[in-house]
């Protein structure tokens, strides 16, 4: 039997740079699904910075996730975020949460403040 299952996926700010990495990601999520039997439902696609914890699809999938009991799936965690702060919003719902990148499995807290790290960082190095 399938899961239900929604997919997040963000690019940077300009769509017309970013094509490609919307197909990437969707390509990714699609196979994952494939892989470990996800129904998916809907795709939240936004063109906005990752440092922007208040970005509408991001909200929209989460709460949409949270309300319907149903699994987020999306390619990477710093493609759901480059925030630190993001941590306190998502993580009363790790078990809701499956980062392609990562397999099917709920995010391990210590990994994914690692990856969130790592996001922030690259953030404020690639930053002008």
Not at 23 to 29: D, E, F, H, L, P
Request: net charge negative; glycine share 4%.
């Amino acid at each position: 039997m399938e899961r239900q299952a929604i997919s997040y996926i963000r690019a940077s700010t300009n769509p017309e740079l970013q094509a490609n990495s919307v197909n990437i990601q969707t390509a990714i999520i699609d196979a994952f699904c494939k892989t470990h039997g996800y129904s998916l439902e809907h795709t939240f696609i936004e063109y906005q910075s990752g440092a922007d914890d208040d970005r509408v699809q991001f909200n929209a999938a989460l709460n949409y996730a949270v309300s319907q009991g149903c699994t987020l799936i999306t390619w990477k965690v710093d493609r759901l975020s480059r925030s630190m702060s993001i941590f306190s919003r998502i993580q009363e719902h790790l078990s809701l949460l499956r980062f392609a990148e990562l397999g099917d499995t709920e995010p391990n807290v210590m990994v994914l403040g690692v990856l969130l790290g790592v996001a922030y960082q690259e953030r404020l190095n690639t930053s002008v």
